[in-house]
C-alpha cells in the first residue's frame, strides 16, 4: 500500500510518499517520481512517511535519478527515517544520488 | 506475506526491526524466486517457514524452481555512478545485511535457503 501526493513549494515539485515501497508498489512510485521530473524542473522525494522499502522500491528510485539526470532536472530524496534509512545506506544510494535530512524548501 | 510476519512477531514478541528486516528478506526471496527462479505460474511454488530460537529468530525459505545457490551472487558493485550502476543482486545484498549469511541445500526438487537472525 503507497500513498503519493505532489505538492508545489517555492520552485520545488515535492512528491509525498506514505507506506510501503515494495515489489507491489515499485511501478506506482517510479511512474510518479517520473511525472514529477518530466514536469518540473526541481523535484524533492519526501521519505518521512515510507516506513518499508525493499530492492524494488530502490531501483524505482534510481529509475527516477537516471531519469532526472537526463533532463538535467534536480532531484533529491529527503528525510529518510528508521530502518528505511538503514537500507538506503546499505545500498550505497549516498554514491549515486542527492540525499537530504531535510526538506530544501 | 507481510501479514504472517506481523503475526509472527507480534506472537513472539519480537520488535519493529526485527520484523522490517523478515520483512524484506522475505520479501527478497520471494521476488527473486518468481522473476528469476522460474517459479511464477507455478502452484504452490515457494513456503516459508519461521522459528522463534533461543535468542535468535530461524527462517526458512524454500522453492520448486531450478537448482540455484544463492549465496554463490557476487555482491553488487555499489560504489559505481548512476548511469553504470546495475541493479541485479541488490536484493540479494539486502537479505545478507538483514539476516546474515545464507545456507543452502537442494533436496527432493526444492531449494531452501537458511537463515539465521540474532535478537
Known sequence: ?105 | MAEEVAWFCEENDLDAEVEFDLNLAMEELFTNALRHGGCEGMKEAVQIRLERGEGRVEAQFSDRGPEFNPATVPPPKLELSLADRTLGGLGLHLVRRAMGDLAYCRSEGWNHVSMRRPV
Open chain 1, 1 to 105: 500500500m503507497i500513498q503519493i501526493a505532489e505538492q508545489i513549494r517555492s520552485g520545488w515539485c515535492v512528491v509525498e510518499i506514505r507506506g510501503r515501497a515494495d515489489a507491489e508498489t515499485a511501478e506506482e512510485l517510479e511512474r510518479a517520481l517520473r511525472s514529477a521530473i518530466g514536469q518540473h524542473p526541481k523535484v524533492a522525494a519526501d521519505f518521512v512517511a515510507v516506513d518499508y522499502i525493499s530492492s524494488a522500491g530502490l531501483r524505482a528510485v534510481l529509475q527516477a535519478g537516471r531519469a532526472a539526470q537526463e533532463r538535467q532536472a534536480e532531484f533529491t530524496v529527503c528525510r529518510v527515517r528508521g530502518p528505511v534509512k538503514k537500507v538506503f545506506e546499505v545500498s550505497g544510494m549516498h554514491h549515486v544520488l542527492r540525499i537530504e535530512e531535510d526538506l530544501p524548501c
